[in-house]
């Protein structure tokens, strides 16, 4: 075994393809300070065995660009190289065989004109002609990639290697990390069976070993093996070299051509978990066992759809493990928990078709101290500690290797591993006969059936069986008043004599105010781009209440313990001591006169304040803030007296015909009003000025705050897109997300969020339009404006101020 250096700038763990591809991309940008180990050779994990598809459509446009830039490096690396690659682009099929699975084809063809890709909706016709191998009896149509294609995963591995090396870079095979070193805030480097090296980042990407790894210096990177299948025939006269990749989804199978045969892989929808108790330091370029029977019905399906298996030897049946996580989505990024690891891991059988990019933009990530476009879906910080829990993954994974081949129906809930955090509420609200959904592990009630109906969801690309249940609700809130269960908020506490000039450099809005009052802010990043959307109570001199999305809570709360670091300031993360009830609508202060002493008027209890009042026989913290654009009051309550107060409230509000609400109907409700919602509306991307905020946005307050020049820089050279509503003309289609925008017959930008907006009578959604030479009012007014609904444009109306109650009168009276 050679020597390995003492010291480095960077140490990658793992020599897969992303382990290769973030050695190789380091180098590209001129870090030759590389070190990657290996703890046996490269590719030995699960890249050897990776089916090599290169697919570039994915769920949003920067996930897209990362596959794309992985198809355009495969197509010159042999060249730059001289290794082999076995790469060619030789397109793919997707095939629809219901009018379901069409929708979703031509919905997924419309999104990638935003993302400036080519995929074509092709009739029956053109599949056949495509790949004239198959049986299209049932095929409705489908679609086609052209720039699509497959590659070898070794050889790439291999050419990314060279291309590592040749720009610097020092490869160790056989060097098994033991020991991630760190000083408690950041790492320091690694401990290995060859000796330590010190470095300034590290980088996990170690595959399924990754989870162990990271868990030693607690870090949360949940992910777990599950075995993949397939099969490669015998040759076959029939299939040529040209033959496109195809995926037959509700088959739950793809088909590739390799080397005169074919390769039949499958993602079925009950997969079998591997590696739950440890997987052994000397797995290497080994297979699973395999069930037969499990890949069984894979099979018949793809005889009755390819003709030509029935006669074909099987030259080989193949089971390895690969890693999955709980939301299919990767693990990408700087970990919470510990500055300067990195992770890259949990790639969900998309790993060698993901690399390029991922090894792109986590080495500009390492050089710039940020990532260099939106990635809060890969996002590792995304995760909860909750979630590394053994038991949750192995339930899981089983649901989420199917996942990936199944109706990707909007709503659709996951159905493994529920149950885990539930509000004090829940019991209640199943009585009220809610229909859950569950969001970083929480159960929230979506909707409410009925007496008499099932509360379960029936998918669709079109009006879901909630869908009148959901306009009831939102229809209560404008008109009565609604309950919604809100307790999925994540709350911190910041306090210590720095508390409020830190607090105040984070926060763009001035949170210097009096005490009881509240303040609606955006955090920013020096670049101006929205970093967390949140309230914040000031409680007293040097004491805050934050309040945040649940979905982000991890995220958000290391991103202020990093800020408020070596300052005298502590942050507390205490959001399982309360429960959140929103008491929302215009006859909200009549009910609540009913069970509390307190006065709600206007001029004692203004918008924007909040005070602990009594309620039955609690007292709790309410807040006068609305995410539904009507009068209310959000009840942050002790988790103790949280029952008592849900008693308390649905008993008087029998009186008032009291309705429960659940997230289904919040939502269209604040797509109405034009509200944001961070990860979809606005990120870390976008900044308040493009985004509508401004107002939000406390220019001259003392001392400035994080992201100041850069908006006052942006103020004075304009912006070129701008955050805008749309109401559909015709109230019959749905809006979801990524729906392109037509501006005079141009595109001009995407729908980030979507929904039904009950009130106003067509689908709402708000999107930004951009234009290089600069977006302003009058260049909204003037435009023509189309959304683009599974290839068709419907008329579209465009403003810059809420449809629904523009003054936001509703919300003072």
């Known amino acids: ?366 050089r710039d101290g940020h990532p260099p476009a939106d990635l809060w879906e890969v996002d590792v910080r995304r995760n909860l500690p909750f979630q590394n829990n053994r038991k949750y993954l192995h339930d899981r994974v089983t649901e989420g290797l199917g996942l990936l081949y199944a109706m990707h129906w909007p709503y659709r809930q996951l159905a493994t591993s529920r149950g885990a955090r539930r509000s004090p509420f829940h019991d209640r609200l199943t009585a009220a006969n809610a229909g859950f959904g569950e969001l970083a592990g929480w159960e929230r009630a979506n909707w409410f059936a009925p007496p008499g109906v099932e509360p379960e969801y029936k998918y669709s690309w079109f009006r879901q069986n909630w869908f009148d249940y959901s306009a009831a609700e939102h229809q209560a809130i404008r008109e009565n008043v609604g309950v919604l269960d809100q307790s999925s908020f994540a709350e911190f506490l910041v306090q210590g004599s720095d508390s409020t000039a830190l607090m105040n450099q984070i926060c763009a809005n001035d949170i210097d105010v009096p005490v009881g009052r509240l303040v609606y802010t955006q955090w920013l990043n020096n670049r101006g781009g929205i970093e967390a959307d949140v309230t914040v109570c000031r409680l007293a001199e040097h004491e805050y209440q934050v309040v945040t999305p649940a979905a982000s809570q991890t995220r958000d709360f290391h991103y202020l313990r990093r800020l408020l670091r070596s300052h005298a300031a502590t942050v507390t993360d205490v959001s399982s001591g309360y429960a959140v009830l929103s008491v929302m609508g215009p006859n909200s202060r009549h009910l609540l006169n009913d069970v509390s002493p307190a006065d709600l008027s ?75 919602h961070w990860g979809h509306d606005i990120t870390d991307e976008d900044t308040p000025i493009e985004a509508g905020l401004n107002f939000a946005v406390a220019y001259d307050k003392p001392g400035g705050f994080i992201g100041r020049d850069a908006l006052l820089s942006q103020k004075e050279r304009g912006v070129t897109r701008r955050l805008v509503q749309f109401l559909l003309n015709d109230p019959e289609p749905l809006l979801y997300h990524t729906e392109p925008i037509w501006r005079n017959g141009e595109l001009a930008g995407y729908i980030a969020s979507g929904m039904y907006g009950h009130t106003l009578g067509g689908a709402v959604g708000l999107g930004y339009v951009s234009n290089e030479t600069g977006v302003d009012p009058a260049y909204i007014r003037e435009g023509e404006y189309e959304i683009e609904v599974a290839g068709e444009r419907i008329p579209a109306t465009a403003s810059l101020r809420p449809m629904y109650d523009p003054k936001s009168e509703r919300i003072r009276r």
């Open 602 to 676: 206007n001029e004692a209890f203004p918008f924007g304040t909040f005070q602990d009042i009594e309620v039955g026989y609690a007292t709790v913290r309410a807040m006068r803030v609305t995410y539904v654009g009507e009068l209310g009051w959000e009840l942050h309550i002790p988790a103790e007296f949280a029952l008592h107060i849900y008693d308390t409230l649905t008993e008087a509000g029998q009186t008032y015909s009291l309705s429960h609400v659940g997230m289904h109907a919040m939502n269209s409700l604040r797509i109405e009003k034009a509200y944001r």
């Open 1 to 366: 075994m050679p020597d390995i250096p003492s010291e480095a700038r960077v140490v990658i763990v793992g020599g897969g393809v992303v382990g290769c591809s973030i050695a190789y991309h380091l180098t590209r940008i001129g870090w030759q300070d590389v070190v990657l180990l290996e703890r046996q050779q490269l590719t030995c994990g699960t890249t050897w065995h990776a089916a090599g598809l290169i697919g570039q459509l994915r769920a949003s446009q920067n996930l897209t660009r990362l596959a794309k830039y992985t198809a355009e490096l495969y197509t010159h690396l042999e060249a730059e190289t001289g290794q082999a690659t076995g790469f060619k682009q030789n397109g793919s099929v997707t095939i629809a065989t219901n009018s379901e699975r069409f929708e979703e084809l031509k919905r997924n063809a419309s999104m990638a004109k935003v993302f400036d890709l080519q995929v074509d909706v092709i009739d029956r016709n053109d599949v056949e002609r495509l790949y004239p191998l198959i049986n299209t009896e049932d095929v409705l149509g489908g679609t086609w990639i052209p720039s699509d294609g497959q590659g070898n995963p070794i050889d790439i591995t291999q050419a990314l290697a060279k291309g590592a090396r040749n720009g610097g870079a020092q490869i160790f095979e056989n060097t098994r990390v033991t020991r991630i070193l760190h000083d408690t805030n950041r790492v320091t480097g690694v401990e290995t069976e060859g000796g330590t090296i010190q470095a300034d980042y590290v980088v996990l990407a170690a595959g399924m070993w990754t989870r162990e790894l990271a868990a030693s210096v607690g870090v949360t990177v949940p992910l777990h093996a599950c075995e993949h299948f397939y099969l490669i025939t015998e040759p076959i006269e029939e299939v040529t070299p040209n033959l496109p990749v195809l995926r037959d989804y509700d088959a739950w199978a793809y088909y590739k051509e390799d080397t005169g045969k074919i390769l039949l892989g499958a993602f079925e929808p009950e997969a079998i978990p591997w590696g739950g108790d440890g997987i052994p330091d000397d797995f290497s370029f080994d297979e699973l066992p395999g069930d037969f029977e499990h890949f069984q019905p894979v099979l018949e399906q793809a005889v009755r759809r390819m003709p030509v298996l029935e006669t074909a030897g099987i030259q080989k049946f193949f089971c390895g493990p690969e890693s999955f996580t709980p939301d299919d989505r990767y693990h990408i990024g700087e970990a919470a928990e510990l500055d300067n690891l990195f992770i890259a891991a949990g790639f969900n059988s998309i790993g060698f078709q993901s690399a390029g990019g991922v090894g792109k933009v986590l080495s500009e990530w390492m």
